[in-house]
């Protein structure tokens, strides 16, 4: 457990895999995870909580059932979509180049097959936690512009040309920790993924200045 996750747990407690499936078994119907910021401290990475919202659908909206359960984790930031051009070996690309440092976020997860999953199938006294890797996917396929398109005269592509880009790509993660005959195996779970533009319904409010 890094040490942003350790101060989350401080305000949730430890967090059980069996607590977290009980949790998600309640709301078959639909799944959101809401994150909010613990410090405004500079950082790489932001000690976040997480609270799990689990809906379960009944005859009508008053008969909704909602279970939540806090779960302590940890956000590495990414970037927004301002883009700058770089030349390597000649050769222009385009790069992000302004941090994005949520301080609040929510990731819904449209299918609760794959943390289901991992849930069944891991120590019911495991500690678990998120992580959500903004930009852990993209690459310059989702970042830079067509590369059949002209070039301009500062070495500049039309980012628009031919397919849009300038996307994001995020990860969220379920975190593992448990003994194996006394030694601890830390795990974790790729479960769900996005990729869109960064002002779209993307993981994260940005902090105010």
Not at 27 to 41: E, F, K, M, P, V
Request: proline share 4%; aromatic share 10%; with cysteine.
């Amino acid at each position: 457990m890094n040490g942003s996750t350790q101060d989350a747990s401080e305000q949730t407690g430890t967090i059980t895999a069996k607590a977290l499936l009980t949790a998600i078994r309640a709301g078959t119907d639909s799944i959101g995870i809401r994150g909010r910021a613990l410090t405004d401290r500079p950082s790489y990475s932001d000690a976040f909580i997480f609270t799990v919202e689990a809906h379960k659908r009944g005859k009508t909206s008053r008969d909704t059932q909602t279970t939540t359960l806090d779960v302590p984790g940890y956000v590495s930031n990414g970037n927004t979509d301002k883009r700058e051009i770089r030349i390597y070996e000649g050769r222009p690309y385009w790069r992000y180049c302004e941090a994005f440092r949520p301080t609040d976020g929510f990731w819904w997860l449209y299918s609760s097959e794959a943390i289901l999953d991992v849930l069944e199938v891991l120590p019911s006294a495991a500690e678990v936690s998120f992580h959500v890797y903004l930009d852990a996917g993209t690459n310059e396929n989702l970042i830079g512009a067509d590369q059949t398109a002209p070039i301009g005269p500062n070495g500049e592509r039309n980012p628009w040309a031919g397919q849009d880009k300038g996307f994001h790509g995020d990860h969220l993660y379920l975190l593992a920790s448990y003994m194996v005959r006394g030694k601890r195996k830390e795990r974790r779970y790729l479960i769900s993924t996005t990729t869109g533009p960064h002002n779209s319904a993307r993981f994260g409010w940005n902090r105010s200045a």
